[in-house]
RNA sequence: GGGGAGAUGGCGGAGUAGUCAAACGCACCAGACUGUAAAUCUGGCGGCUUCGGCCUACGAAGGUGCGAAUCCUUCUCUCCCCA
């Protein structure tokens, strides 16, 4: 008892607080190590950061991993991960795991849900089944899973949206966050190691948002998640709402901002104060042959790269940057073939763990404000 | 030597008198992608353009016709069958 309330208490630790902007340092703990904060979590929706083994994610430098309850309860399903003996033995890592629960797929699934009070009513996009998620359910399931930070079901709006409609929708989900902390605490003894963050939804209305993280943050979560930010909406709004959400929370408690961002827009978080970020860009736009380097953008696809014997980034050790050149990569996606994806993806993760890395040391040297400028002044899109 | 079929944009291949600068693929050229229904999706793809059009085009040259990728004549080439 006395050992869990110490784990409980000391999840996040700050460390220090960049003197040129809200960027701060932090040490994550969780039942499967620690993480230094700010941290990015490449993205794993269906237990695999695609086209890439565990040893290559581990030669990316990625700590800490995201995996999608919902896509996993509907496949393989609860029985397999019981008897797989949860996510991490199931995918073979044996760092920090994260999971979303669903609320996301409200949003991107949303021709194929239903919300309602008690839950969601998904048509699997699968198979067309019915399923009927509830806020308990997707706890239980996390908890199955066995992973490290859980997410509560919570509802993602699209942008724009009416106030009244995120008036209506923040009720839900705060309710939902509610049964999600209640059915929490009833899990079994030896799972107690798991984590639960709250999440803060609100849209663009940043009264809104100070009211419903006034509500979450009251509901003691072991970290708080900034939701339903880079829907659609401009760059600007991305930020400000952000930073004055995270503003609204307690600074002592982990903050993560769900689903961003490219590397602009994790530097310009970080900067408000936000600690953990998760991403598909890295990997999804990797399989499409764009490449993120320290100079900026590459379409790896383009004619010009036909004759580039050059690595994807002179300054990049990846594996990719290492042994192949840019024309070799262009040849790979020309002829449709899978290493391309997994070089791009694979140069992509390490690049955004690299950036973190290099921001953190940054901000240890109060620097961070000039480091992220400098960035943007060489980044071309 | 005799008989038959056919030649369409970078390639494959529709179209067989007007609504054709020509379907559809492929190739090529760009763009998008932010808690992953994504190795996906979107757009462009003869030349010029003041974006309204204009010019050049369906093997070549002639012809019929208001009008031809589409019909006729000749030529060139390709493929198939028989000797």
């Not at 609320?103 to 919300?115: C, D, E």
Request: with cysteine; proline share 3%.
């Amino acid at each position: 008892m006395e050992n869990r309330k110490r784990f409980r208490k000391t999840m996040f630790k700050l460390l220090h607080k960049d003197k040129t902007s809200k960027a701060r340092l932090g040490l994550l703990t969780t039942a499967h190590g620690k993480v230094c904060t700010p941290c990015f979590m490449p993205v794993g929706t269906q237990a695999t950061i695609k086209t890439l083994s565990a040893d290559e994610i581990k030669s990316c430098n990625a700590e800490m991993l995201m995996a999608n309850a919902y896509h996993l309860y509907l496949r393989p399903g609860e029985e397999v991960l019981k008897k797989a003996k949860g996510i991490h033995k199931f995918m073979s890592w044996d760092g920090p795991i994260m999971t979303d629960s669903g609320g996301y797929q409200i949003f991107s699934l949303a021709a194929l849900r239903k919300v309602k009070k008690g839950g969601v009513e998904f048509n699997s996009h699968i198979d067309g089944s019915k399923h009927f998620m509830t806020p308990e359910k997707i706890i239980e399931f996390q908890n199955i899973l066995g992973s490290d930070i859980m997410m509560p079901l919570d509802e993602c709006l699209h942008y724009p949206v009416s106030r009244n409609n995120v008036e209506e929708s923040l009720k839900i989900t705060f309710d939902w966050a509610k049964r999600s902390k209640k059915a929490f605490r009833k899990q079994k003894a030896e799972n107690r190691r798991q984590k639960l963050f709250g999440i803060i939804q609100g849209s663009t209305y940043l009264d809104l948002r100070k009211v419903a993280a006034a509500e979450i943050v009251g509901l003691d979560f072991d970290g708080y998640a900034i939701g339903g930010v880079a829907v659609g909406e401009p760059s600007e709004l991305i930020h400000e709402v952000t930073e004055y959400t995270a503003d609204l929370l307690p600074e002592k408690k982990v903050r993560y901002l769900m689903g961003v961002g490219t590397p602009l827009d994790m530097l310009d978080a970080i900067a408000e104060g936000i600690d953990l970020f998760d991403c598909v860009v890295p990997t999804r736009n990797g399989r499409n042959g764009q490449a993120f380097t320290w100079n900026g953008e590459l379409q790896l696809r383009n004619a010009p790269f036909k004759k580039d014997f050059d690595p994807i980034d002179k300054k990049c050790d990846c594996y990719a940057c290492k042994n192949h050149t840019r024309a070799y990569i262009r040849h790979l996606f020309n002829t449709e073939e899978i290493l391309g994806l997994r070089l791009v993806s694979l140069h992509n993760v390490y690049f955004y763990v690299k950036l973190i890395e290099v921001s953190r040391r940054a901000i240890s040297e109060n620097r961070f404000e000039e480091f992220k400028e400098e960035f943007r002044s060489r980044y071309k899109k």
